[in-house]
């Protein structure tokens, strides 16, 4: 089963559309967005990855 996001959440839809919008207007270099679009979803599942409780890197501190 296929989940239709612009039906079961518009909302979030069109904040995705806006922001896609704005950066494409943006004076950012487009090969610098083509790297943040290549690179921020590996930073997500990265262990070493900033959690959001604690405001530092998993494994800070240990080697």
């Given at each position: 089963m296929r989940v239709d996001y612009r039906r079961a959440f518009r909302d979030g839809v069109e904040a995705m559309v806006g922001l896609e919008q704005a950066v494409h207007n943006s004076p950012l270099v487009?090969?610098?967005?083509e790297?943040?679009?290549i690179r921020a979803p590996r930073s997500t599942a990265s262990p070493t990855a900033w959690p959001c409780t604690t405001g530092t890197?998993?494994?800070a501190g240990s080697t």
């Open positions: 487009p090969a610098l967005l790297l943040v679009r890197p998993a494994g």
